[in-house]
C-alpha cells in the first residue's frame, strides 16, 4: 500500500524551500530550547522583575508606561542573533536603495553613490544565506558601479 501512495515532495523546486523552512526553523528552535535552559522565569515576560516603569510623551502630555527590560543572561544569547540580524537588514536596505537610486536618479545623491560603492567593495566576498540572496547582491554591487548622481542644471 505504501508503493501506490504519492510522495510528499516531489520535484526538487518543492524540496529546497522546505529545507530552508526547516533550517529557520531549527535555529528558532535552538533559540527556544536555550531560553528553557536559562530559566523559566528569568527571561519570561510574565516575571515582574523584568519590567518597569517609564514615561513618554503623548499627544496629550507624558503617559506612564511599562517597558520591558531583557535580563544579562538573555541580552547575552540574544545579541549574536540579533547582530547576524542588524547586517542582513542592514544589506538589504542598501540593495533596495540601490534599485531605487537606479530608476530614480533624481533621488540620487554625491554621498549616496560614494556609500553605495564603499558598500559594495565590503560585501563583495561576504557569503549569503542562499542563492537567491547572492544574486541579488550581485546584483546591486554591479549596479554600484553605474550610479551617477544627477547634476542640476544651471540656467
Same mark, same amino acid.
Given at each position: 500500500?505504501?508503493?501506490?501512495?504519492?510522495?510528499?515532495?516531489?520535484?526538487?523546486?518543492?524540496?529546497?524551500?522546505?529545507?530552508?523552512?526547516?533550517?529557520?526553523?531549527?535555529?528558532?528552535?535552538?533559540?527556544?530550547?536555550?531560553?528553557?535552559?536559562?530559566?523559566?522565569?528569568?527571561? #519570561?515576560?510574565?516575571?515582574? $522583575?523584568?519590567?518597569? &516603569?517609564?514615561?513618554?510623551?503623548?499627544? !496629550?502630555? *507624558?503617559? %506612564?508606561?511599562?517597558?520591558?527590560?531583557?535580563?544579562?543572561?538573555?541580552?547575552?544569547?540574544?545579541?549574536?542573533?540579533?547582530?547576524?540580524?542588524?547586517?542582513?537588514?542592514?544589506?538589504?536596505?542598501?540593495?533596495?536603495?540601490?534599485?531605487?537610486?537606479?530608476?530614480?536618479?533624481?533621488?540620487? #545623491?554625491?554621498?549616496?553613490? $560614494?556609500?553605495?560603492? &564603499?558598500?559594495?567593495?565590503?560585501?563583495? !566576498?561576504? *557569503?549569503? %544565506?542562499?542563492?537567491?540572496?547572492?544574486?541579488?547582491?550581485?546584483?546591486?554591487?554591479?549596479?554600484?558601479?553605474?550610479?551617477?548622481?544627477?547634476?542640476?542644471?544651471?540656467?
Amino acid at each position: 500500500m505504501w508503493r501506490d501512495a504519492t510522495p510528499l515532495v516531489g520535484s526538487h523546486s518543492e524540496v529546497f524551500p522546505i529545507i530552508r523552512f526547516a533550517r529557520r526553523l531549527e535555529r528558532y528552535l535552538d533559540t527556544v530550547a536555550l531560553s528553557v535552559l536559562i530559566g523559566s522565569n528569568v527571561g #519570561s515576560p510574565v516575571n515582574p $522583575a523584568n519590567w518597569r &516603569k517609564t514615561t513618554v510623551q503623548g499627544d !496629550d502630555g *507624558p503617559i %506612564e508606561r511599562w517597558e520591558y527590560v531583557s535580563p544579562a543572561a538573555e541580552n547575552g544569547h540574544l545579541k549574536p542573533l540579533q547582530d547576524a540580524s542588524r547586517e542582513r537588514h542592514a544589506n538589504a536596505n542598501m540593495q533596495q536603495a540601490v534599485r531605487i537610486a537606479l530608476n530614480n536618479p533624481a533621488r540620487l #545623491s554625491q554621498a549616496f553613490a $560614494a556609500a553605495a560603492v &564603499k558598500w559594495a567593495q565590503e560585501v563583495k !566576498d561576504k *557569503p549569503t %544565506e542562499n542563492e537567491t540572496e547572492q544574486w541579488m547582491r550581485e546584483e546591486a554591487i554591479v549596479t554600484c558601479g553605474t550610479l551617477r548622481p544627477v547634476r542640476p542644471r544651471v540656467p
